[in-house]
């Protein structure tokens, strides 16, 4: 009897294993064979061989600190950022009793699925040199230029962010909400709480953990951007991803360009196994 159950048990792992070898095979040709080849190409570099030498000339270089320091209080502004405004806007769409409260909030469900370039675009048709708010200044005072050039800067590119990836931290808030008690509220406020005291201590506390969840994940992705820094025409603006550009793509340096990517993979690995233990404790 007990041989016949481990003979069971095997033949069921063996199948189990032959049903998951061809999705494996998948992932490991598709995503896991050609980050090897650019883990491969940073350690070889032009002069031929095997060596650390790219590494240590990218390390060595001001481009790539500054690129790496761009790069992270970019990130992590624009995550303050979103936090922030994520927070008021789902407490307002949560709380707030007016018209048109749900079509926002499926309006946020579907902003998620802009591309980044988009939202770019939009705010270069507003805030552009030739942009709307300029065109209006211009229209207005009859000065030759408008005032409005801070899109082109680093502030431009902290904007972008913010907007476009503000709904990532009010989505988990907002569901954060729907499972709050709202006796709990009903309570404070019927012993005078105001509500700034409330949401600090009522609605606060039940917020971080998905606070925690959509900060992550906004993080992870402000440090891999791409599309705004680029269409936003920000001079002077590199971050790691437009370094792996600039050297692959105008420079042809392709074992540093390898180098920078391989650092940027390891930091977006860490900061994801950070937000999927912080989104494992806010499910909990």
């Known amino acids: 009897m007990t041989s016949a159950v481990t003979t069971g ?10 049903w998951a070898l061809p999705p494996v095979a998948l992932l490991a040709l598709v995503f896991l064979y050609p980050l090897a080849l650019v883990v491969r190409q940073s350690l070889q570099p032009d002069t031929g061989g095997t060596s650390l030498e790219p590494y240590a000339d990218v390390f060595a270089s001001e481009a ?9 209080w970019l990130a992590a502004g624009s ?15 949560a709380f707030v009793p007016f018209p048109g409260a749900r079509a926002v909030a499926r309006f946020i469900d579907v902003f998620l699925s802009f591309p980044s370039f988009l ?21 207005v005072t009859g000065a030759q230029d408008g005032p409005f050039r801070f899109l082109t800067t680093p502030w431009g590119v902290l904007l972008a962010e913010i907007t476009y990836f503000t709904p990532f931290v009010v989505r988990p808030l907002l569901a954060a909400f729907s499972q709050l008690d709202t006796a709990q509220l009903e309570a404070a406020s019927s012993l005078g709480a105001r509500p700034l005291r409330i949401i600090r201590r009522v609605i606060l506390p039940e917020a971080l953990p998905a606070l925690a969840a959509g900060g992550s994940l906004v993080l992870v992705l402000c440090l891999n951007e791409f599309g705004i820094v680029l269409f936003t ?52």
């Open 9 to 18: 048990r095997t033949g069921g792992t063996t199948r189990t294993l032959l």
């Open 233 to 284: 025409g920000a001079k002077g603006v590199t971050t790691l991803p437009m370094l792996v550009y600039s050297k692959a793509i105008l420079e042809s340096d392709y074992p540093g360009a390898c180098v920078v990517a391989v650092v940027n993979v390891l930091i977006s690995v860490g900061l994801y196994g950070l937000y999927r233990v912080v989104s494992r404790r806010a499910r909990a």
């Open 119 to 139: 939202i770019t675009l939009a705010l270069l048709f507003i805030y552009g040199t030739v942009g709307m708010a300029n065109g209006l200044w211009t229209d």
């Open 64 to 72: 790539f600190r500054e690129a790496l320091w761009t790069t992270v």
């Open 79 to 93: 995550t303050v950022g979103c936090l922030v405004l994520g927070f008021v806007i789902a407490l307002v769409i």
